[in-house]
C-alpha cells in the first residue's frame, strides 16, 4: 500500500504539491475562524487543592480566580501625596478590567499591614474572577499594562503571581534557529544544497499544518500555552529525520544504478515503513502520557502526536513527489570541501568503528554501561518541584516583585496558602475559623494568618495563611502537610469544620504527588506496548528486551544530566538556570515519552538494518556491524539536528523551558551515541544468534510487522497515468 500511495505521488507529483499548498491554507483559514484559546489546568483530580478550587468557585466567587500582587516601592517611602496619588490612581486604572472583582490597597483603612516596616515597600492585592489559565498571554499582558507602565523614578511597580508570569511568557523563538541548524548539519551530511533542502522543505510543511491543526485541536482540548512551541521542536526533529532516512536510502538507491521512480518508491518500501513505525511508536509514547490522570498534560499528548503524524504523512507523501522533481538532480549545487560520490560503506569511519566494537564488545559493553550509569547518579538526588519567582530571569517583573517582597515582608509573602473552611454558619463560623487561625499562627514556619473572611451566604470563611519560607522552599512543603496531616485536625476537632489547603503552592504540591503516584503505570504501560511492537516487527524477545532497558536505562542518565543543571555549578550557570530550583515533575514526563518515540526511530533505523543483512547471511557478527555501519551515519545526522533544535530551547527566557531543552538534548546525545553506537552492538554481538530467539508459539501468535527490503523495477518514464506502470505490491506493515 506505501508503494502505491508513493508512486501515485512520484507519478502525480505536481498535483500532490498544489494539494498540499491549497491543504496549508484552508488549514490556516479554517485555523483563523474557528481556532480555539489556549486553557490549562493543573489542578489534580481528587486533591485538596481542587476541592478547596471547587468550594471558592461555588461558595466564594469573588475569591475563586488569581491574585495579581502589586508590589510598590519607594526610596522616599510613601509619605508623598503625590507618591501615594499616583499609586492609587493606577490601582483604580486596574479596578476598571470587568474581571477585576475588587482591589485591597494598602492605602486603605484596612491595608496598614501590607506597608513595610521601613515604609519603603508595599503591596496590592488585585482580586480576579478568572485563573490564570483562562487567560491568553496577550490578555494579561492587556490587564497588567496599566500597572507596568506606571513606574518612575520616584515609585517602582512590579506585578507577581501566575497572570503576571503568564504576561511575560514570549515564544521559545528556536523554531528558525533550528532550521537554520538542521540545514547546516544536513548540508554537510549530503555535500548538497537540493538534498538539504528536501527534509527541510518537508518539515516545513508539516510544521504549517500541525501548527493550523494545532488551533482547531483547542476547541475540543484543553492545550496549556507551552504545548505549541514544545510540540513544534518535536515536529521538526521528527520530520527532519524521516525526510532524512527517506532521502538517504533514495541517493543509495540510485548509486546502485535505480532509475528515480526506482529509487523513490524503494526508498519507502524501506525506510517509508521504518518510518511509519517509527512514527506510530512516538504516539504510542505520547498517548502514554494520558496514563498519569494530569489534565495539563493531555493536550500536550495529542498536539504532539499530531504533529508526529501530520510530518510522517508529509514524509511519506510530498516527499516522493518533490523527490520527483529532484530526480537525478538531487546532488545538484555541491558544497565544496564535502565528498560528492556516496563512499562505499566498508571504506567509511562507522566501518571501522563498527569492526572495532565488534573486537572488543566487552569493553564496549561495560564501558557503555558504566557510562550511563555514571550520568545517572546525580538522578537519586533530584527534588521535584514547581519553580517559584526567584528562578524567572532577574530582569523580569516578577522576580523583582519577589525579591521586593521578600526584602521588606518575608519570602512566603509572595504566594500565600489560602484555606478554605466550610461546616458551621454566620457568627459561629467567623468564631471558630478565626480560633483555628489563631492555632495555626502559632505554628513554626507560619509567618502570618490573616483574619477570617466570609462569604455573603455565610456558610463559607477563608483564611490566608503566609509561610516563612519560599513557595520552592522543601521546607514550605512541609508546612503544608504539617497543616493537612497535624494541624488543622488538632484544631478543627469537635467543632465540625471542614478545612482544604489550596491554591497555587498547594495544587502545585498535590499535581507533582499526584503524578509521582501515576509514574508506574505511566511507565509500564509505554514499555509494554513497545515491546510488544518491537517484537511484532523483529521476531525476537531478546532484542526489545534489550531496547527497554537500555531506553531506560538512557532516560536515568538524561535525568541526571538534568538534575545537575537544576542542582547549579558549571552547568546551570551555563544555561542560566539558578541554584537549586526544583524540577517540575511534568519534565521527567515529557522527555521520557519524547525520548522513547525517538529512540524507538534509532532503534528501527539501527535493528532494521541488522535485521535486512542478518536474513540475508544468517551471520549475525557480519549482520551487526555492516548494519551499524550503514545506517551509523543517518542516525547521528539524525540525531545532531535533534540536539540542536532542542538546545535552541536554552535561548529562551522561562526556567522550564530551559530544563526542557537541556534534558531532551541530553537525552537524544546520548541514545544516539552510549547506547545505539555502543551498547547496543556490543551486546548484539556478545548475544549472538540468541538476539533472534522466539519461541514457536509466540512467533505464532504474534501477527507480522515487516520492515524490509524490496526490489522496484526501474522505468524512466514520468507519464502522469498511475495505471501506466503497476509495480509489485510486496508484503508490508500487515
Known amino acids: 500500500m506505501l508503494e502505491q500511495l508513493a508512486d501515485w505521488c ?101 491595608g496598614a499591614t501590607q506597608i513595610a516596616a521601613d515604609g519603603k515597600t508595599a503591596y496590592a492585592l488585585v482580586a480576579l474572577d478568572r485563573t490564570a489559565d483562562e487567560y491568553t498571554p496577550a490578555q494579561a499582558k492587556a490587564l497588567l499594562e496599566p500597572v507596568l507602565t506606571a513606574g518612575d523614578d520616584t515609585l517602582r511597580v512590579e506585578v507577581g503571581g501566575p497572570v503576571a508570569k503568564l504576561s511575560q511568557t514570549a515564544p521559545v523563538g528556536g523554531e528558525g534557529i533550528g532550521l537554520i541548524a538542521a540545514a547546516l548539519i544536513l548540508l554537510l551530511t549530503f555535500g548538497s544544497a537540493v538534498a538539504m533542502g528536501l527534509p527541510l522543505l518537508t518539515a516545513v510543511f508539516g510544521l504549517g499544518m500541525s501548527v493550523a491543526l494545532g488551533e482547531l485541536l483547542r476547541r475540543v482540548v484543553d492545550v496549556p500555552v507551552w504545548v505549541a512551541p514544545t510540540a513544534a521542536m518535536v515536529g521538526i526533529g521528527v520530520g527532519i529525520d524521516y525526510a532524512l532516512l527517506i532521502v538517504t536510502r533514495y541517493r543509495s538507491g540510485l548509486a546502485e544504478g535505480r532509475d528515480p521512480r526506482g529509487a523513490t518508491l524503494t526508498a519507502i518500501a524501506t525506510a517509508g515503513r521504518a518510518v511509519v513505525f517509527a512514527g506510530l511508536t512516538v504516539v504510542v509514547a505520547m498517548l502514554g502520557i494520558l496514563l498519569v490522570g494530569q489534565p495539563a498534560l493531555a493536550g500536550f ?98 522576580h523583582q516583585a519577589y525579591d521586593l517582597i521578600a526584602d521588606g515582608f518575608g519570602p512566603g509573602y509572595s504566594a500565600p496558602l489560602v484555606l478554605t473552611v466550610q461546616g458551621a454558619s454566620g457568627t459561629e463560623l467567623r468564631l471558630s475559623t478565626n480560633a483555628v487561625g489563631r492555632q495555626l499562627a502559632e505554628l513554626s514556619g507560619v509567618a502570618r494568618v490573616s483574619p477570617a473572611v466570609i462569604n455573603d451566604a455565610g456558610d463559607t470563611a477563608v483564611l490566608t495563611v503566609v509561610p516563612n519560607t519560599s513557595p520552592q522552599d522543601a521546607a514550605t512543603e512541609h508546612l503544608v502537610d504539617t497543616l493537612r496531616d497535624t494541624a488543622i485536625p488538632e484544631a478543627t476537632v469537635d467543632t465540625g469544620l471542614t478545612v482544604a489547603v489550596g491554591w497555587t503552592l498547594a495544587s502545585n504540591l498535590d499535581s507533582t504527588r499526584g503524578v509521582a503516584d501515576r509514574l508506574p503505570l505511566f511507565f509500564g504501560g509505554v514499555l509494554l506496548v513497545s515491546f510488544v511492537l518491537l517484537m511484532m516487527v523483529f521476531r525476537s524477545v531478546v532484542v526489545p528486551l534489550k531496547a527497554v532497558i537500555m531506553n531506560l536505562l538512557a532516560s536515568a542518565a538524561a535525568f541526571g544530566v538534568l538534575t545537575l543543571a537544576a542542582n547549579g555549578g558549571p552547568l546551570g550557570d551555563l544555561v542560566g538556570i539558578p541554584e537549586a530550583t526544583p524540577v517540575p515533575i511534568l519534565l521527567p514526563i515529557g522527555i521520557f515519552a ?128 498511475p495505471a501506466a506502470v503497476t509495480p509489485p505490491v510486496p508484503a508490508g506493515i500487515r
Do not use: C
Not at 22 to 41: N, R, V, W
Not at 74 to 87: I, K, M, P, Q, W
Not at 663 to 674: K, P, R, S, Y
Open 10 to 110: 512520484y507519478r502525480q507529483r505536481r498535483l500532490v504539491v498544489v494539494l498540499w499548498v491549497a491543504a496549508l491554507a484552508a488549514a490556516f483559514a479554517l485555523a483563523s475562524s474557528f481556532g480555539g484559546e489556549i486553557k490549562q489546568d493543573y489542578l489534580q483530580p481528587g486533591s485538596e487543592s481542587q476541592a478547596a478550587s471547587q468550594a471558592l468557585q461555588a461558595k466564594f466567587p469573588q475569591k475563586a480566580g488569581d491574585t495579581v500582587q502589586v508590589v510598590l516601592h519607594s526610596e522616599d517611602g510613601f509619605s508623598s501625596a503625590a507618591v501615594r496619588n499616583r499609586a492609587r490612581d493606577m490601582l483604580a486604572a486596574v479596578a476598571v478590567d470587568p474581571h477585576v472583582t475588587g482591589v485591597a490597597s494598602p492605602f486603605s483603612e484596612a
Open 301 to 398: 499528548a495529542f498536539t504532539a502526536s499530531m504533529f508526529v503524524l501530520v510530518t510522517m504523512t508529509a514524509s511519506l507523501t510530498l516527499l516522493p513527489a518533490l523527490l520527483g522533481f529532484a530526480g537525478r538532480n538531487i546532488e545538484r549545487l555541491h558544497v565544496p570541501f564535502v565528498g560528492k560520490s556516496q563512499h562505499a560503506y566498508d571504506t567509511t569511519r562507522w566501518y571501522r568503528w563498527s569492526r572495532f566494537i565488534q573486537h572488543r564488545p566487552w569493553i564496549a559493553a561495560i564501558g557503555g554501561l558504566g557510562v550511563l550509569l555514571a550520568l545517572a547518579a546525580p538522578f537519586l538526588g533530584i527534588r521535584f518541584g514547581i519553580p517559584d519567582a526567584q528562578s524567572d530571569p532577574e530582569s523580569s517583573t516578577t
Open 594 to 721: 519524547i525520548l522513547f518515540g525517538l529512540s524507538m526511530d534509532y532503534e528501527v533505523f539501527l535493528l532494521s538494518r541488522i535485521k535486512e543483512e542478518y536474513d540475508k547471511t544468517g551471520n549475525n557478527a557480519l549482520a551487526v556491524a555492516d548494519g551499524l555501519a550503514k545506517s551509523a551515519r543517518v542516525i547521528t545526522a539524525g540525531a545532531a539536528v535533534m540536539i540542536t533544535v532542542f538546545l535552541s530551547f536554552v535561548l529562551g527566557q522561562d526556567v522550564f523551558t530551559k530544563m526542557f531543552g537541556i534534558g531532551l538534548a541530553a537525552a537524544v546525545f546520548i541514545d544516539a551515541t552510549v547506547v545505539r553506537m555502543v551498547l547496543v552492538p556490543a551486546t548484539m554481538e556478545l548475544l549472538g544468534d540468541r538476539n533472534w530467539w522466539l519461541p514457536g508459539w509466540l512467533d505464532r501468535l504474534l501477527p507480522s510487522l515487516h520492515i524490509e527490503d524490496h526490489d522496484i523495477p526501474d522505468d524512466d518514464t514520468d507519464a502522469p497515468d
